[in-house]
């Protein structure tokens, strides 16, 4: 058995799953598949997203799994998200039924936001694109958003539902104003990318931290990063770690994501890698100087730089909302 994290209400969640976030470089078809070796090693959290174009063929790996016996559905968690351009009034519950239709399966575990921002985005669109007349948040359109996927819990369509790049402004003005609490945000976390002050707010407040690119997304295209740019898998502290341990600089984030308390979604279509990251969250845990060194590395060096977040010049996605920095009342 695989260690699990406790989720608002009693529930828990694996703490490690598979991303599915790779179908531009390998196809959706070997993402499948990867999807499938992986619940073989024991991978029970499954990352989809509508806008990742492959949950059909993701849901054809779980049928087959599923059909072989090979594990039970109430064994899986998995999750899903609805995209930009599917905010508007009954299009969250029309996201949510095509990923439940494409997936094959009656409920999801967990249902996301996937960004806090609306953004129409056409047919064939690669995810990075910038409709013109696409606006920074506002949080009354976030409001009625979240409603909708509030209404699918108590549908009983999906079994929790959460946020996924929130900053600590937009969360607080959520959980003054929502009627179910969000189980999980998402985010990208890794070790030169640690983000503190949000992970701690989440933890208080009885938000799980899930956290994607968990090795700093080595392998992101070059459009999402600058030369100055860290990788988490060249940090002489990684590498320092990793070796006094017999690990990889991987199995090291890793270990570093599962001992702080967040759940790391790392993506691979190699079987010795699923089998490599799986591994890191079992076994003996990094010390607590260990924890302390990998403080260290951080250098808050955002990777995930799509520019569908920008509008009007804004530094930063998370400056969109509000310039000034003030928390709108």
Known sequence: M??????????????????????????????????????GLGYRLVDCA?????????????????????????????????????????????????????????????????????????????????????SPYRH??????WSQVERLQAAGLVRHIGTSNMTIPKLRLLLRDCRMMPAVNEMELHPTFQQPELFRFCLDHGIRP?????MGSPSRPQRDRSPEDAVDLEDPTVLRIAAAHGISPAQACLKWAVRRGQVPIPFSVKP???????????????????????ETVDRNCRLIKGQVFLWDGARDWQDLWDPDGRIPT
């Not at 930009?84 to 299009?91: F, T, V």
């Not at 899930?210 to 968990?214: D, F, I, K, Q, T």
Request: hydrophobic share 35%; proline share 7%.
């Open 2 to 39: 695989h260690p699990t994290f406790p989720l608002r209400g009693g529930d828990s969640i694996p703490a490690i799953g598979l991303g599915t976030f790779g179908s531009d470089r390998y196809g959706p078809e070997t993402v499948a598949r990867a999807v499938e070796t992986a619940i």
């Open 50 to 134: 509508a806008v990742y174009r492959n949950e059909a063929q993701v849901g054809a790996a779980l049928a087959r799994v599923l059909g072989d016996g090979l594990v039970r559905r109430d064994e899986l968690f998995v999750v899903s998200k609805v995209w930009n351009d599917h905010h508007g009034k009954g299009d969250v519950l029309l996201s949510c039924a095509r990923s439940l239709r494409d997936l094959g399966l009656d409920h999801l575990d967990l249902f996301l936001v996937h960004w806090p921002f609306r953004n129409h985005h056409p047919e064939g669109a690669p995810p990075d694109y910038h409709d013109p007349s696409a």
């Open 140 to 145: 009354e359109q976030y409001m009625e958003t």
């Open 210 to 214: 899930v956290g994607y690119s968990p």
């Open 272 to 294: 010795d890698q699923l089998a490599s990251n799986l591994r890191a969250v079992s076994g003996d845990p990094l010390s607590e100087q260990d924890m302390r060194d990998m």
